[in-house]
């Protein structure tokens, strides 16, 4: 009895993380310095989503271990690092509007 409740207990404080990190990267992003790229990030059948202005849309999946985000791509997962509210992706930032 005492295993279940230690259990539960882990797993919602898990979830109160996870949902604190995504709150924080849900919403319209855009390009900081020469850019004109936009993209939102939004919450669809309990999985995250990011849209392009372009119309390209991918799946994101939590990296537990970082505490963040990664782009699904066919070739691989792209990090969303995401420091002073500021999105990084391969290079380019981006601020949430």
């Known amino acids: 009895m005492l295993y279940a409740i230690l259990v539960t207990s882990c797993n919602s404080a898990k979830d109160q993380q996870s949902n604190s990190v995504k709150d924080r990267y849900l ?32 799946p994101l999946k939590y990296e537990d271990e970082g505490k963040y985000y990664s782009l699904v791509e066919g070739l691989g997962n792209t990090p969303l690092i995401l420091e002073n509210d500021v999105i990084s992706i391969n290079g380019s930032k981006y601020q949430k509007q």
Not at 43 to 57: A, D, I, M, P, V
């Open 27 to 58: 919403g319209n992003w855009t390009q900081i310095k020469g850019g004109t790229k936009t993209f939102n990030i939004y919450e669809e059948n309990r999985g995250l989503f990011l849209k392009y202005s372009t119309g390209k849309q991918f």
